[in-house]
């Protein structure tokens, strides 16, 4: 290997070409975590559809519905008897599914969870 092939490279065109790769690399990871939580408040949106849906069976089917899924996936987090009706809650307060996917599956669930316990005007948590 020749010494030039060794060298490193030390010119402001060469730290251009870095910086800009490494925003773009942090751009990316921003909008994949920005998508997983999206992706998120609509599966627990969902969820709560169903779980409105499905009131005929009573109080236990949370509880049921809990157990089993936590029995289906040990090592996943979130479906707790309580965070199961808060999906209920989240799902009730905002039945419209395209007001969901444009404003608070922006938000992280705890932010909605928040929202949810302390707004309770239907315009102020909308805006």
Do not use: H
């Not at 870095?18 to 773009?24: R, V």
């Not at 799902?91 to 599956?105: C, E, H, L, N, S």
């Amino acid at each position: 290997m020749k010494q030039e092939d060794k060298m490193l490279i030390n010119n402001n065109e060469y730290f251009e070409i870095l910086e800009n790769i490494k925003s773009q690399i942090k751009t990316a990871q921003y909008k994949a975590v920005l998508g997983a939580n999206r992706e998120q408040i609509l599966l627990y949106w969902q969820i709560g559809k169903i779980i409105i849906a499905n009131t005929k069976y009573g109080a236990k089917f949370v509880e049921n519905l809990s157990r089993d899924i936590l029995s289906e996936f040990p090592d996943i987090q979130g479906f707790s008897v309580r965070n199961l009706k808060y999906m209920r809650k989240f799902a009730d307060t905002y039945p419209d599914f395209q007001k969901v996917q444009q404003g608070v599956a922006l938000l992280p669930w705890r932010n909605n969870l928040t929202l949810l316990a302390k707004v309770k005007n239907e315009a102020e948590r909308q805006s």
